[in-house]
């Protein structure tokens, strides 16, 4: 049995939408939704296509990152492909595969791109250091939540993509690893028996077409699957309330830096322990999950 994630993620239209508006139905309550529409003010709506990017920047060489299972404990830092630009992109017009290109800096290589766009005016202050995420059809990018703890705004330019959200406050029923913003669990194919917690987990999910700016809260889980090759682009806003702000600041520096020196000491060890926390705190989640459940009432016998 599939997790629940048949809630549908809201979706308003993003060029009418006001400050106000967003505000106070999505923004202060953190509540995702999609934006669709809200790039229709810029360029890039409609000059980003796959043949722009190939023409334009097509010889340079780019680090490819695939969704091999021993790389769960590890983070995103040694690509397993290079390849020129062009190439990969008709690569992913062409066939599955499951090399993504992550949190591409695109800008660095053509900082004109960054004339095409600007900071939708509905929240702030932005972090301005925006990333593209590119990828085939059926490649999947693993359940995690981004380690800064930013609010995402999540465009996509070309190609389909189907997200699945699940709020901060179920990290423990996911199997959050500690030190970590991985989750070790497969949502697509829930083992219940290892991981019972995923029994009380309950997402949403939206699909996202050319145009839908996704808005995924501060801590928001993300579990991204590409149903068509396509790429898209995410913007960030520092996390608006002090818990997860302080959260960020922790995961960037303490966190990243005792979960790297632990890897070296003992990554195989490590990853245990870590599996190990992981565990026990979906057991306590549950604990107090059952806990707050009433009493079944037993019907009195005739
Ligand atoms: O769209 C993608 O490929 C990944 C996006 C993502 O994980 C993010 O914006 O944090």
Redesign the pocket.
Known sequence: MAIDVSTQIPIVDGSKITKEEFYRDYYRPQKPVVLRGLWKQYPAYTKWTMDYFKKSMGSIEVGLFGNRKEDIAKTLQVPNAVMRFDDYLNLIEREPTDL?L?LFPVFKHKPELLKDFGYPNIAGPYIKIP?M?F?PAKSV?RM?Q?IDMSN?F?TQFHGQ?RVVLFPPSQSDLLYRLPFNVHSIVDIDHPDYEEFPGLNYAKGMSALLEHGDTIFMPSGYW?H?EYVTGGF?L?IRTVANKLPRLTRGIWGLSVLRITDNIARKINEKKWFEYKKRVAHKRALRAIEKIREKQPPLKLEPAH
Do not use: T
């Open positions: 993504r992550f990333f995420f990828g990018v995690h981004d995402v999540l993509k993300h991204i898209g995410a």
